[in-house]
Structures are given as structure tokens and as C-alpha cells.
């Protein structure tokens, strides 16, 4: 499977800031995901990444909001714009190969404290 | 996508098996059945994954019904490291545009 990595691994940010995640993969990839999880909370997709083309988002995010970039096979970036505390979650970048067992591997995440 | 029940929460001793089941009643013929998990403060780990078969791997062993509605992972012999959030998914093939939705999952505590 993939190996993912992902930086910042962690960030202290200031309400009203933006901040740009970044998800490498060591190989080339079919599918890519970003997921947030909230304190506590279980994951939720945020949106697809589509390569060359505009992301796919999940109803109640939005392309303002989160901002995403895909512009090859192994690299994806997340931007949370205008930050607020609310926004203080873990984001997770997750890829696929999407052949064979389709199995969907994740980074470690990118804990994000929005003060 | 289908939606899954899981029990919230699960003890096992170290060194039993440790059985989490997951209920998918309304599960489509083309959906698959995945098992993740995630130890507190990691992303989540891929276990096993079956769509009519029961499967086997290194780490566990996924048994579905006949009828598909419900299945259960079995890790065989728990350690305290097993000690995590496992997810029950089921979904489409990505490429019919299958998403990996998550639900609340079982939290299983392995005690010495």
C-alpha cells in the first residue's frame, strides 16, 4: 500500500490566518481524500481529490473554506482559510491506488489548534 | 452507501479473541465490507476487507453471514496494543465512486 506523509504534523494557528496542508505520496495514486476529525469526534470526509480538475466536496464544506489542489498523482494540498476555533480538528490525507484490493491508506494527520 | 451499527464500546482480556461485531443490514450486492481501525493520536489502519467470503490475514479474520448482513472481525489472540477504534464500512468500488464513510465504530479496550 501507499505510504503517505503529511506536514505540518502539527500547528498553532491564529483565528483569521490560513494554513496549507501538504500530502505526499511515495507512489502514484488514483484516488485522494481529505478527511477531518474533530476532538473526539470520528472522521469525516471533507472532500475528493480529483487530479487536474476541481475537488469533489461532501455536503457542508465548501471550496472557500477548503481549498484544495491536486496537480499530479502524488501531491495534494488542503488549505483551511480564515481560520476560526472551530476549525481546531485533525485533517487527514488518505490515497488509493483504486485497483486491486482498492485499499485506502492514510497519513498521520495534521493536528491543528486555532487559537 | 450502506450504514453499519456498531456496539460502542468492548472489552477483551489480553490474549483472547477479541470478536467486534457490525451490523449492515441494508448492504448492496456490490458493496464491500472494510475493517479499519485507529490507535488513539495515528491515522486509521486498514485491517481486512471481504464482499461475500470469509477472509483471513495477518492481523485478523473477517466473517460475514450468508445473507451479508452482518459480519465480525476476530482478532485471535488480543494484545494491549490492539487497543483502538475499529471501524466497520461498507462501500462501492471506487471506481463506481465508493467513498469510505465512517461511522462512531467500537472502542475496544484490551486489559492485562
Known amino acids: 500500500s501507499a505510504v503517505i506523509s503529511q506536514k505540518p504534523s502539527r500547528d498553532i494557528c491564529q483565528r483569521g490566518t490560513s494554513l496549507t496542508i501538504q500530502c505526499q505520496v511515495d507512489?502514484?495514486?488514483?484516488?485522494m481524500f481529505w478527511y477531518r476529525q474533530q476532538p473526539g469526534q470520528s472522521l469525516t470526509l471533507i472532500a475528493t481529490?480529483?487530479?487536474?480538475?476541481?475537488?469533489?466536496?461532501e455536503s457542508g464544506f465548501v471550496i472557500d473554506k477548503f481549498p484544495i489542489s491536486r496537480p499530479n498523482l502524488t501531491f495534494s494540498t488542503l488549505t483551511v482559510s480564515n481560520m476560526s476555533p472551530e476549525d481546531s480538528s485533525i485533517y487527514l490525507c488518505?490515497?488509493?491506488?483504486?485497483?486491486?484490493?482498492?485499499?485506502?491508506?492514510f497519513g498521520a494527520g495534521s493536528r491543528l489548534t486555532v487559537l | 452507501d450502506a450504514k453499519t451499527t456498531q456496539p460502542t464500546s468492548m472489552d477483551c482480556a489480553e490474549g483472547r479473541a477479541a470478536n467486534l461485531p457490525c451490523n449492515h443490514s441494508?448492504?448492496?450486492?456490490?458493496?464491500?465490507v472494510y475493517w479499519y481501525r485507529q490507535i488513539h493520536s495515528q491515522g486509521p489502519q486498514y485491517i481486512i476487507h471481504?464482499?461475500?467470503n470469509n477472509e483471513t490475514n495477518e492481523m485478523a479474520s473477517l466473517i460475514i453471514t450468508e445473507d451479508r448482513k452482518s459480519s465480525t472481525l476476530i482478532l485471535p489472540h488480543a494484545t494491549l496494543r490492539d487497543t483502538a477504534v475499529y471501524y466497520c464500512?461498507?462501500?462501492?468500488?471506487?471506481?463506481?465512486?465508493?467513498?469510505?464513510?465512517f461511522g462512531q465504530g467500537t472502542e475496544l479496550s484490551v486489559k492485562p
Open positions: 488518505s490515497a488509493s491506488r483504486g485497483s486491486g484490493a482498492n485499499v485506502l491508506t
Open positions: 507512489s502514484q495514486v488514483t484516488m
Open positions: 481529490a480529483n487530479q487536474g480538475s476541481e475537488a469533489t466536496y
Open positions: 441494508t448492504i448492496s450486492g456490490n458493496e464491500y
Open positions: 471481504g464482499l461475500k
Open positions: 464500512i461498507v462501500r462501492v468500488d471506487f471506481t463506481q465512486g465508493g467513498k469510505l464513510i
